[in-house]
């Protein structure tokens, strides 16, 4: 009897701390009106435009087989019951409690109970992904560790009605985001080869039943990627970069703000549980082998870019980390669990702060940037521009899509808002489709002195504009250019912008057509 009661707190315990460390790693969501990741802006004009359900005169909503749907379905929807910025963070909150509540359920799935170990692993719910503000893949991620949790749960029954139920699930995640479901495939397959070494001593039809079992749930979503998935631009570019982006990978494991990486806390993670697997005193779960591995390998060597999407390198680092954690067993007395359950937690309560104070100077920005926006007129069409000298080495990543706040609110409309064909909801009419970004690739503001190259159409003068056809001759297309220079010394501008409001951090700006216009 008192070995019972002592091994049902355990669980139970620990289970309560998982969810306070979701509550405290969402808290920093709820302390502001704009999180300062720089997709945020793009993303919330993009759920207005859906919820509004017929664009303006610059965009259309274009519904189709993107394997990318997730917040554009949810956010709109729930916007109708809560209004959208709140829908916006309640999809995101759940999205923190999936990372952090997930490789809990791996890790229950695995040992029957659930223990310390995948608390470690709720710091990686702070990842690039999330400050970036990668919407879908972020949400869709966490989504799979709770369908492989579900795969692990219910491993002794191999009847239709699980194939039936994994295939649904697949295929929604599929159509949430397209890497989640490839990075669930790896998790599924390392799973599957490691129980085939341990249980079947490597018997090949045991494990070829194994992997038909995978297949036949991945089957929806093929045939949906072969024949459903629409054109996109960039699809079939495959970009490696490992020496350039090798410490990106690293950083992204876990960050305190954007561009803030907390570089000694995964060394710490990762050399504390490897001394304790070293002096055993914590063990990885062997039927984990196999997906720790691919994880790992896809961590280090996923290309830079893929199938039109940027970023692909800082997909897994995460998660390896989230799932590194879920295969682990901490063994430890209760005074010392609770001890060290009280200091992880002090731990994340700091990183949760830490964000928090990050993202309320950027919301004050925000803030003041909303306000100056009565002085833009409806319709316009808005430029962002960096002036890089000013800025400095400060990140400016925050600030490429702040134009955006201007589409739902004033019916604006910017080149950088997600539109990509094959990608995205939202598109573009006919007639401004030249004027905006075509791909990730194009999708960054310009510095301030590349305007007068761009001005005069000259974008062979410099390699980083050369991509940036869409803003040739951007003064002939464009009425106000949104100038970010923070409190910098500021950089000299061409005579076709003439002030319109001078900010504390940007100033908007009048584009006046020159004589090039009318030819």
């Not at 091994?7 to 969402?26: F, H, N, Q």
């Not at 039927?287 to 893929?306: C, N």
């Not at 503001?445 to 305007?451: A, G, I, S, Y």
């Amino acid at each position: 009897m008192e070995r019972n009661w002592t091994r049902w707190p355990e669980g139970y315990l620990t289970g309560i701390t998982l969810i306070a460390a979701a509550l405290m790693l969402a808290a920093p969501l709820w302390s502001v009106w704009a999180p300062a990741m720089p997709d945020y802006p793009a993303h919330l004009a993009s759920f207005a435009l859906i919820e509004q359900g017929t664009g303006n005169r610059f965009y259309h909503l274009h519904w189709d087989f993107v394997p990318n749907l997730a917040s554009e379905v949810l956010v709109p929807w729930l916007a109708r019951l809560t209004g959208l910025v709140v829908a916006a963070k309640l999809f995101l909150t759940a999205a923190i409690f999936l990372w952090v509540l997930g490789p809990g359920a791996v890790h229950r799935a695995l040992y029957g109970r659930t223990g310390i170990a995948p608390l470690f692993g709720s710091f990686f719910a702070y990842n690039a992904n999330f400050i970036w503000g990668f919407f879908n893949y972020y949400f869709s991620e966490g989504l799979s560790f709770a369908v492989f949790a579900g795969w692990i749960a219910t491993q002794k029954s191999n009847g239709v009605a699980r194939i039936a139920g994994f295939t649904l699930a697949v295929t929604l995640l599929y159509f949430c985001h397209i890497f989640a479901a490839a990075s669930l495939l790896l998790m599924l397959a390392g799973f599957e080869t490691a129980q085939n070494f341990r249980l079947e001593n490597r018997d090949h039809k045991a494990l070829a039943r194994r992997a038909a079992s995978v297949a036949l749930i991945y089957i929806p979503a093929a045939l949906a990627f072969l024949f459903l998935k629409p054109h996109a631009e960039g699809d079939n570019a495959v970009t490696f970069n490992f020496a350039g982006t090798m410490l990106d990978r690293f950083d992204s494991l876990v960050q305190h703000a954007f561009d803030d990486s907390a570089t000694v806390l995964p060394i710490a993670l990762f050399a504390g549980l490897g001394l304790a697997l070293y002096r055993h005193k914590a063990r990885l779960h062997p039927a984990m082998w196999g997906t720790l591995a691919l994880l790992l390998l896809g961590a280090i060597f996923a290309p830079e870019w893929a199938f039109g999407g940027w970023a692909v390198h800082l997909r897994l680092p995460a998660v390896f980390g989230a799932m590194l954690f879920a295969a682990a067993e901490l063994p430890m007395t209760p005074p010392a669990r609770s001890s060290l359950v009280g200091v992880v937690l002090v731990v994340i309560s700091w990183c949760a702060i830490t964000l928090a104070q990050s993202w309320l100077v950027y919301d004050r920005q925000v803030r003041e940037f909303q306000a100056a926006l009565e002085e833009v007129p409806r319709g316009a069409r808005m430029l962002s521009v960096l002036d890089g000298d000013a800025i400095g080495d400060r990140p400016d990543q925050p600030y490429w899509h702040m134009a955006e706040f201007a589409v739902p609110e004033r019916g604006n409309f910017t080149p950088l808002l997600f539109t990509t064909k094959g990608q995205h909801v939202v598109q573009l009419n006919p007639s401004y489709e030249k004027y905006a970004a075509a791909s990730a690739e194009q999708g960054s503001p310009p510095d301030v002195d590349e305007l007068e190259a761009l001005a005069q159409g000259r974008l062979t003068a410099d390699e980083n504009i050369q991509d940036m056809t869409y803003l040739d001759h951007f003064q002939c297309h464009f009425d106000i250019a949104v100038v970010v220079h923070l409190d910098g010394k500021r950089t000299p501008l061409p005579p076709m912008l003439h002030l319109r409001h001078a900010g504390t951090f940007f100033s908007f700006y009048d584009i006046v057509p020159d004589r090039s216009c009318q030819q």
